[in-house]
């Protein structure tokens, strides 16, 4: 598969199994998310690999997070798996630097593309990666527990895996009613 191939046919794959990356295949990963565009060479973002026993404590800041603003016992099974979509996730936050001339928008869009540098790092190699954000991405306990302080966000939480079932290829949606020239 060509680079711009990979772009073209890029999907979200939610159908994750083991297994995981590992070794020199998990470095090219991260090692992806540090050739992203940097306004300043900042690295505004942190990474934290979870897998294995990390699944099940991340399941636990899921579960309490989800009791802290709902008692619906449906929304608290759903937040009991969520973890365990796949056999890895990789967690993306900002790390906001003040800059007198990289904006914190700049610092968060850096991060964005660290997300998908790794996504895209991922399936260049074999594997899928699904991005997702959601609610328990802005909550405080969630926040507390993985160490992102209050300043700053969680970008994604890219779960990675091997594909469980061949997905489709999508169809992909024409550009040019988002694109104008000026010449």
């Given at each position: ?133 959601g609610d328990l991405g802005a909550n405080k306990i969630v926040k507390d527990i993985l160490g992102v302080s209050d300043k700053d966000e969680i970008v994604g939480f890219l779960y990675v895996g091997s594909s469980a079932r061949e997905i489709p290829e999508k ?13």
């Amino acid at each position: 598969m060509t680079a711009l191939e990979l772009l073209l046919k890029r999907f979200s794959n939610p159908n994750l199994t083991e297994p995981a990356p590992s070794g020199l295949v998990l470095e090219n990963i991260l090692s992806a998310a540090m050739s992203v565009p940097d306004h300043g060479g900042l690295q505004p973002f942190e990474i934290k690999v979870i897998r294995g026993d990390g699944l099940q404590k991340l399941t636990e800041a899921f579960v309490e997070a989800t009791k802290s603003v709902t008692d619906e016992t449906f929304k608290i099974e759903k937040a009991a798996k969520k973890a365990f979509r796949a056999p890895m996730i990789i967690v993306v936050s900002t790390c906001y630097q003040h800059h007198p001339k990289v904006p914190e928008h700049e610092q968060l869009i850096t991060a964005g593309c660290a997300v998908q540098a790794m996504q895209m790092a991922c399936v260049a190699q074999g594997y899928q990666g699904m991005w997702r954000t959601g609610d328990l991405g802005a909550n405080k306990i969630v926040k507390d527990i993985l160490g992102v302080s209050d300043k700053d966000e969680i970008v994604g939480f890219l779960y990675v895996g091997s594909s469980a079932r061949e997905i489709p290829e999508k169809r992909r949606k024409d550009y040019s009613h988002k694109v104008t020239y000026w010449e």
